[in-house]
Structure formats: C-alpha cells, structure tokens
C-alpha cells in the first residue's frame, strides 16, 4: 500500500484501534503503534483498554461495535480472545491464543497470533540467528510457550526441548506438535542433556523476580539466551543469561516491537520499520 494519509470513511475520525489486557497502565503498545502510523503516515488512534475478567467479551464487541477496526490483546486474555474470535489464523488456532483481533469486512472478527512471528523475526532478522539445525529450549508450558511452539518449529530446529516445572504440562504441549524432533520434560530432567545453542525463557517465572532453575551447564559455550520478557530494567532471566556468558542475552523488547509491527501490517497492510522503533524504547527505558 501506497505511504500517504489514510483515512477511513469519515474522513475527520482516525481508525481505531487499541490494547486490551489488565494490568495495561506500563504497556507500551499505544506508543510503538503511534509511532508506526506516523512513520508510514496512517492516521490511526490507538488507546489502551482496562480489561475486566468479568465483562471481557461485552467489552470487546462494545470497542468493535464502536466502530473499532482492531484490537491487540495481551496477558491474561489471549486465551479468552480466542474464544471469542469468530475466524482464526493457524498461528492462533494452534496456539490457543489470540493477540489480534481484526474487524473482517463483513463484520465478524478474526484472530491471529503473531508472538511466534514477532519472536522468530526478532531473532533471526534483528540478531542474525540462525536458527535452523540448532538446539533449542524452551523454559514454560503455559500459554506463553504454546503462542510461539509452531513458528520456532517452522524455523526447521535440530532439537526443540519444552521444559517446564510441571513436566507433565510440558509433555503435553511437546504432543500438540506430533514430531519427534519436540520433546517435553521436567526442568530437573535436564540435567545431562546436551547443551544448548538457544535458551528461551517463556514462563512466569521472572514476573515475581525469578529465574526457572536450571542445570548450570545447559547453555552451550557461546550459546544465546532470550528473555521473551521486557522491562524497563533488566530481567532477572536476562541478567542470568549475562551471567552464564551467553554469547548473546536478549529480552523481549524486539519481539514485542515486532508482534507489533506483524499486527499492523494485517490491519494496514504495511510493514512499518521496527529498527528505529526499538532503538527508540531502547533508549529511552534504560
Ligand atoms: P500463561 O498461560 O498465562 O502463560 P501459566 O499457564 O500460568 O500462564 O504459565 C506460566 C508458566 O510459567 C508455566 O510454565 C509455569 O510453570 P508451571 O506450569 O509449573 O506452573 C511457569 N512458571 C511460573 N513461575 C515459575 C517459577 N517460579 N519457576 C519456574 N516456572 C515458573
């Protein structure tokens, strides 16, 4: 699509869009999608949305209802936009988790998920990882982890290990994917394993100021960490990368900026630039 001002059918109101998630106050969304409209020159408003559990799907089809073109959503409620949901991508049906939601033309609303994109992009095109034949694992088994599973596994890994505190859950997601080449396991039972090319952190575990415990000797000499995680001050999981002497310890600041950049591309049908973007929250958050 051609750069210039796009407006929609009245031509004084901007598109809408905005985030729903709770707690919303920190999310960064409204200012990475403000600054992709005024990069590509779209005139869009997108404003964030205190999600109550209780009246979650009422509040989501009053904003659509209101004229709202799309929706991104975030924790806890992309298990419950995929419910909602009438028309969903691969990337969300198998995931289980929707984190755009978009107004279909004949008014129905779709859902994709484009955390294993925005992940896999950040990865591979900001940092340069190849990630085919490498050995990789993935810390989680909550819905984290089933968002990204299928697009690490498109990437063509030598070996994906999901390891999780609860081992059960892990083997469980390991199944979803029917190929030997996943295997899902306790976080003890990782011990002995053959190192790491690739550490993933997708569980919770950093929100309370943890790091999931692992065996000292799971990263590979030079071997990288990534911390699906952002915040404004190192994560605690991105600080025990650096500390391990990975060859390289990332957080998530790049893949939210890129799961962003995906979800404005299907509702603009423009892939704004995510570099500036990134070295912008980059700059301003430390
Ligand atoms: P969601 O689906 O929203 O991601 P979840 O299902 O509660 O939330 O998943 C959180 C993930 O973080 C799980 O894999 C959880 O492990 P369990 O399945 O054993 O609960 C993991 N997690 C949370 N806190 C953790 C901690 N302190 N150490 C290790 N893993 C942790």
């Known amino acids: 699509m051609a750069a210039g001002l796009i407006r929609s059918g009245d031509d004084k109101m901007a598109d809408q869009y905005a985030v729903i998630g709770n707690p919303i106050a920190h999310s960064k969304s409204p200012l990475i999608h403000a ?19 209780d ?4 509040t989501v089809r009053r904003f659509f209802a209101g004229g709202g073109r799309g929706m991104n959503v975030t924790l806890p409620f992309k298990g419950r936009a995929w419910e909602i949901a009438d028309q969903r991508s691969p990337e969300a049906e198998r995931g289980g988790a929707v984190n755009t939601l978009t107004r ?14 925005g992940l896999v ?7 340069g990882f190849a990630l085919g034949g490498k ?16 697009s690490l596994l498109a990437t063509g890994p030598g070996a994906l290990v999901i390891a999780n505190r609860t081992a059960a859950k892990a083997a469980a997601l390991a199944a979803t994917t029917a190929t030997d080449r996943v295997e899902g396991c306790g976080l003890e039972e ?19 100021g943890d790091v999931p415990t692992i065996p000292r000797d799971c990263l ?7 911390d699906m995680f952002y915040g404004d001050t190192p994560t605690p999981f991105l600080r025990w990368g650096r500390e391990q002497g990975a060859g390289q310890a990332l957080d998530g600041l790049g893949m939210l900026v890129e799961q962003a950049a995906e979800s ?15 070295a912008r929250l980059r700059g301003a958050g430390r």
Do not use: K
């Open 35 to 53: 600054e992709f409209a005024r990069q590509t020159r779209h005139d869009i408003a997108y404003g964030h949305i205190l999600g109550d559990p």
């Open 104 to 117: 279909l033309p004949d008014g129905r609303l779709g859902g994709d998920n484009t955390d294993g994109v």
């Open 190 to 208: 990782l011990e002995g394993q053959d190192p790491f090319d690739l550490i993933i952190n997708a569980t919770s575990a950093g929100l309370g």
């Open 264 to 278: 404005f591309f299907l509702w603009r049908g423009t892939r704004p630039a995510t570099a500036p973007v990134i």
């Open 121 to 127: 992009r950040d990865l591979s095109l900001n940092h």
């Open 55 to 58: 009246d979650f799907p009422d």
């Open 135 to 150: 050995r990789v694992l993935l810390l989680g088994a909550g819905g984290a982890s089933r968002g990204v599973l299928h």
């Open 220 to 226: 590979a000499p030079g071997g990288w960490t990534y």
